[in-house]
C-alpha cells in the first residue's frame, strides 16, 4: 500500500482545523464567547466531542486558534487596504478599517481585545500576531510624527475606548465611531504641538 505524502496529510489537517476554528466562530456569535462549549463546539461539527482532542488539546488551545485566526483576519484587512499618502489621512484611514472590523463582530473583539475568558492567555506565536497588529498601528503613528510610547499607549486607549462605548451604549449604531476622525485629528494636534520645541 502506497503511504499517503506528509503533505497532503497537512493540508488536511490545517483545513480540518480552519473548519472547526470557523464553526467554533459561529458557535461564539450564537452564544457569546464565553458560552462556547466543546460539547456544543463537537455537536455542531457531528462529532463526537473526544474527537476534538486530536486538533486541540483544550478549550484554551482552541481560543487560541481563535485568537490567531482573528488577528490574522485584522492583518490581511490592514494588509488589503490603500492608505492615502498623507500621513494624518492615513492613520484615520487604517483606525477606520480597524474599528469596522472590530464592530463586524463582537465575540471576536471580545477575545482579541477584552480578555473575557479568564483562564485564557494567547500563547506567544499568537501574541506575536497581536503585536504585529499594534506594529502598523504605530508605524502609521510614527508617518504622522508621533514617536513618544506614552503618546502611542494614550492613542490605543483612546481607540479602544471609543470601541468599547459604542459596543456598550450603542450596538450596530455610530453614536460613537462617527467621531473617529475628530478624536484623531485632536490627539495627533495635541502630540504633535507637545513634540514640536
Known sequence: MIGTPAGAVAERRAARVAEIVATAWELARDEGIGGLTLHGLARRLGIRQPSLYAYFESKNALYDAMFADGNRKLLERLDAQRLPNDPRRAVKASMQAFVDFVLADTPRCQLLFQRPIPTFEPSAESYALAEDVLGRVIARLDAAGVEDQGDIDCFVAMVAGLVDAQ???????????????????????????????
Open 167 to 197: 459596543i456598550s451604549n450603542d450596538p450596530g449604531g455610530t453614536r460613537w465611531t462617527r467621531h473617529l476622525d475628530r478624536l484623531v485629528d485632536l490627539y495627533l494636534d495635541d502630540a504633535n504641538r507637545r513634540s514640536t520645541p
